[in-house]
């Protein structure tokens, strides 16, 4: 079967606040499309929620870029950031996966529940007047939680935000700015091993270098880097997105919020419904097909680039009953926000605890939070989060 009709990805401010409609028109269209990204690249969109799911844990469909044949080009990183998990398939996925899959165990998660729900009550105790809720909570509340975990002062992360802005919403008319960001970034990844390597701690960081210095076959120095890379990026940027989300859905939604400071218990409900509904990522990690393979009824030739659409898939009818509705007590839920196979995500409960806790703290202490203007989003196709979110608030 042939692919449907060429399209070309969005990107434009209309599309970044809502891309709902344009996702329903191409699923409508068809399972599978073949398109042009805004960066030039030549891709194919799968958009039904049944061949999403297949697709994220096919063994053909690979991470690793060498695989690409298509003219690939994504975001472009030095070996020491490049040799991450995003990138790889197994073994080596497998091998770096188990060195850092402890950190994230429900043990150290449920131990992190106390130092994030202290940090999410300073953070509205400094709240005054009218705040940009993305600047003041989304943002730092994650950052600080990933610096408990890598044994890292959250002073020191301040700048990720930036360098990451510039990396998954680069400006096309200033490269100078991504170039840059990828430098700052490998030269503080570069400082914090070093000191981390000298003066070790109960920290996930410290536990990388023991691994690779007691073992070398077991992580080269890239890899050891990139892994530091991978878990400071995806630790923090998914969670800001799905925080910020989870908070304006609510403010849409003043039902579902009155239901959740009546009961709290529902919030892991809702954060789950929030990452179907508007979850924080458009599009899985791009794969690259190992050999042709066929999905939805399309031949995808080996070595093209394969976007998997989780915004389209999650809320494809055929899965889900009235998709484009929110409601947390559907009883049709699951989504694979978070992915699906061997590549699920490792932070996903730490990324549920966060949010969960983050939004009882802000029902709790903030009876009269509301939207205060309108937000604004990233410019960014593959991710869909909030730039700022203006609301005003009344502390209890």
């Not at 497998?94 to 009550?121: D, M, Y």
């Not at 923090?236 to 989300?245: A, I, P, Q, R, S």
Request: proline share 8%.
């Amino acid at each position: 079967m042939a692919a449907h009709g060429s399209l070309q990805l969005v990107s434009d401010p209309a599309h970044y606040a809502d891309p709902f409609p344009a996702y329903a028109a191409w699923r409508a269209a068809g399972p599978v499309h073949r398109a042009t990204a805004p960066d030039g690249t030549d891709v194919w969109v799968v958009t039904r929620y049944a061949d999403v799911r297949a697709a994220l844990a096919d063994p053909r469909l690979s991470l690793d870029k060498a695989n690409s044949t298509g003219g690939y080009r994504g975001l472009r990183l030095p070996p020491a950031l490049d040799a991450n998990l995003l990138n790889l398939d197994d073994p080596d996925h497998g091998r770096l996966r188990r060195l850092v899959a402890g950190a994230f165990s429900v043990r150290r998660v449920e131990a992190l529940r106390p130092g994030i729900r202290a940090t999410a009550g300073e953070l509205v105790d400094a709240f005054a007047g009218p705040v940009d809720l993305m600047a003041a909570y989304a943002v730092p509340l994650p950052l600080t939680v990933i610096g408990m975990l890598l044994g890292v002062p959250v002073g020191e992360l301040a700048d990720f935000r930036s360098w990451t802005n510039a990396l998954i919403a680069p400006d096309p008319a200033r490269p100078d700015l991504a170039r840059a960001a990828v430098a700052s970034l490998t030269a503080y990844l570069g400082m914090l091993i070093d000191r981390k390597r000298a003066s070790p701690d109960d920290d996930l960081v410290s536990a990388m270098i023991a691994a690779r210095d007691a073992d070398g076959d077991r992580l080269t120095e890239d890899e050891l880097t990139s892994l530091a890379f991978v878990t400071i990026w995806a630790g923090y940027e998914t969670t800001v997105h799905l925080l910020g989300n989870a908070v304006l859905t609510l403010l849409r939604h003043p039902d579902q919020l009155a239901a959740v400071r009546a009961d709290p218990a529902r919030l892991p409900a809702v954060v789950d419904e929030v990452v179907r509904h508007r979850g924080p990522l458009s599009y899985a990690i791009r794969r690259f097909p190992t050999t042709d393979v066929t999905i939805g009824g399309v031949r995808v030739p080996a070595g093209d680039t394969v976007l998997l659409c989780l915004a389209a898939a999650h809320r494809d009818p055929d899965r889900y009953g009235a998709p484009d509705l929110f409601d947390p007590a559907r009883d049709d839920g699951g989504h694979v926000g978070f992915g699906h196979g061997p590549h699920y995500c490792l932070g996903a409960a730490l990324a549920r605890a966060e949010v969960e806790i983050a939004l009882e703290v802000l029902v709790r202490r903030l009876p009269a939070l509301t939207l205060a203007g309108e937000p604004t989003w990233l410019p960014s196709f593959r991710a869909h989060g909030l730039r700022t979110l203006p609301v005003t608030v009344d502390l209890a």
